[in-house]
């Protein structure tokens, strides 16, 4: 790959306002500008990509090591526009932001509109602005349980806006089937999306590929290729010395890391391939062992994952933010006997102060079993 023509990388920084945010990003998506870089922490040592990459999303895999994903405009534009063809935006039509620009999700909020020539309503610290005309919004399923559970007045808020929306685009993760059912009694439109940073974000839609997406399962894995695909993982150890890691295969296929089957022409996504652990000779979802204890104690925030053990080969553990005494527990390891076997039920419980998520809310499973092996809050 020739990497000799460049261009300058600038940090997009958190004390621009969005106004200066969507400038710098329409000179970056039309070539006229620097390549903008959206993470949380700078990175001192990229500086310059290669001239056809607009924009960089740092983001890290499962294993916690730091990617820099690297975007053409080429993707950006065409994850925005199959997402209006399927939404059926128009240039009428405004988003609002309620998610954060260090994140592929939010940026694409952005793009979204900058497609018709409209500015996103930001309602990140708060919902006193003008609401008319927004018909659609992307959120997390953590912010989905607080507009539905919350007490406070911008959970109120927050649950008024979703539902005068059209449409409202929920990923990062698996939403719940009670949680779903909620929203849905609470006239909130929900399209669940699936994708990842280097799929430019959400690429299935209520299970079924946007245009120019293709899909393939091999051994219950997903493979996902087509227009919306980053270019690579930009890599460098100076400003100037820049090189290039592909995350596709020869044929431009992406390997994902989670596993799904099709089911009446959609993708059914079972989950992260790390999220399946053999327990006992037997195959359990944390993320379907969570959702359990979450539907059943909606106040509490829990988190399961495994360590290893010498007799159950991995052991289920699951850890909560507030007093376990509190659980129905008997009640839930009821439930989940009966569907799945004893095998499934966590063999430990734990009482942390805090369930440590990421900025969208994702369970961080490798933070959380670092604390419990350093004994820290357990």
């Known amino acids: 790959m020739d990497l000799s023509a460049k261009r300058s990388l600038t940090q997009v920084s958190p004390t621009w306002h969005l106004p200066q945010i969507m400038g710098a990003l329409e000179l970056a998506l039309n070539g006229s500008g620097d390549a903008l870089r959206f993470a949380e922490k700078d990175n001192p040592n990229l500086s310059i ?79 006193d602005k003008d609401l008319d005309g927004i018909g659609f919004t992307a959120i997390v399923a953590a912010q989905l349980h607080r507009a539905i559970f919350g007490k406070l007045e911008d959970d109120r808020k927050l649950l008024k806006h979703l539902q005068s929306v059209k449409k409202v685009l929920i990923g990062g993760g698996p939403l719940d089937l009670a949680l779903k059912s909620k929203a849905e009694a609470k006239s909130i439109s929900l399209v669940e999306t699936y994708g990842s940073t280097e799929t430019s974000g959400g690429c299935l839609y209520d299970g079924v590929p946007l245009n120019g997406v293709e899909v393939k399962i091999v051994d219950n894995q997903l493979f996902l290729k087509g227009d919306t695909l980053a270019s690579y993982y930009a890599v460098s150890n100076s400003g100037t010395d820049i090189s290039t890691e592909t995350f596709t295969d020869s044929d431009g296929w992406y390997q994902s890391s989670d596993f799904g089957f099709w089911e009446e022409n959609r993708v059914k996504v079972l989950g992260r391939v790390d999220d399946i652990i053999i327990s006992g000779g037997k195959k359990i979802s944390l993320s379907l062992i969570e959702s359990i204890y979450r539907e059943a104690e909606p106040d509490i925030d829990f988190a399961v994952f495994s360590i290893s053990d010498p007799k159950w080969g991995e052991k289920l553990v699951i850890a909560a933010d507030k007093d376990l005494s509190f659980v129905k527990r008997a009640e839930i390891e009821s439930e989940i006997t009966q569907l799945y076997g004893g095998y499934a039920v966590p063999k430990e419980f734990q009482k942390v102060d805090r369930i440590p998520r990421t900025s969208l809310g994702k369970l961080d499973r490798s933070s959380i079993i670092a604390m419990r092996e350093k004994k820290k809050n357990f």
């Open 49 to 127: 990509v290669p001239s056809e990459i607009a924009l960089v999303v740092a983001t890290s895999g499962s294993t916690g090591k730091a990617k820099e994903v690297s975007f053409s405009a080429s993707a950006l534009f065409a994850s925005a526009r199959a997402s209006a063809d399927y939404l059926g935006a128009t240039s009428q039509d405004r988003w609002s932001l309620l998610l954060p620009l260090t994140h592929i999700a939010g940026v694409n909020v952005l793009v979204r509109s900058l497609i018709f020539n409209q500015a996103p309503v930001d309602l990140r610290d708060t919902f």
